[in-house]
Structures are given as C-alpha cells and as structure tokens.
Nanobody, 118 residues
Framework: QVHFVESGGGLVQVGGSLRLSCAASGRIFALYSMGWYRQAPGKQREFVARIINTGATDYLHSVKGRFTISRDSAKNTVDLQMNDLKPEDTAVYYC????????????WGQGTQVTVSS
C-alpha cells in the first residue's frame, strides 16, 4: 500500500502562484519518478511535470518556464511551484509516483483542485 498526502491547491487569480506538495509513504520500492498530472472537466488526464531519480525533469510544453518541479528523495516528497497561472491551468492535479522494478508500477494520489479565476 502506498499513501499520499497532497496539499496546496486552491483558488487563485490569473497571474498568481500556488505550490502543490505531495508526500508518498508506505511500501515503495525502487522509486523511479515522481510527478504531476492534471485533469480538467470534460478532458482527459494529462501529464504536467515529472522528476526522475537522476534529477532530470520533463514538463508539458505549455507550463515550461512557469512551473517548477522539485523533489526530496529522502522524504519521498515532490512539489510543484506554479507561477503566472492561467485559466487553462484550472484542473484537479494528481501526484503520481512510478517504481522502476519489475513490473513497473504507477501509484496515484487523490488529487487537489486548482482553480484560476480571470
């Protein structure tokens, strides 16, 4: 079992900032990556950002330069600093971890709502 504690979502005006945090605990072996996805109403869940165990990062093109992902490997926590927020960033944001064992496993947090008002 893997447990998640997500925090930091909320309501913010256009151009504002929020910081999402996610702490994963439990039976986690060979953790490979931690990241964030989001799902807006009526849309499919999409990748936002991830950081792998080497420290390398990937971002959705539309958030590059505005969002920054960081990780504390010792604590299995991952943060997403979101700046210059836009209405299209409104979504439920989900933390995801991926283990690198065999088989590869994905674990998802419960989600936190981010609403950007114009």
């Amino acid at each position: 079992q893997v447990h998640f504690v997500e925090s930091g979502g909320g309501l913010v005006q256009v151009g504002g900032s929020l910081r999402l945090s996610c702490a994963a605990s439990g039976r986690i072996f060979a953790l490979y990556s931690m990241g964030w996805y989001r799902q807006a109403p009526g849309k499919q869940r999409e990748f936002v950002a991830r950081i792998i165990n080497t420290g390398a990062t990937d971002y959705l093109h539309s958030v590059k330069g505005r969002f920054t992902i960081s990780r504390d490997s010792a604590k299995n926590t991952v943060d997403l600093q979101m700046n210059d927020l836009k209405p299209e960033d409104t979504a439920v944001y989900y933390c995801k971890i991926q283990t690198g064992g065999v088989p590869v496993r994905d674990y998802w947090g419960q989600g936190t709502q981010v609403t950007v008002s114009s």
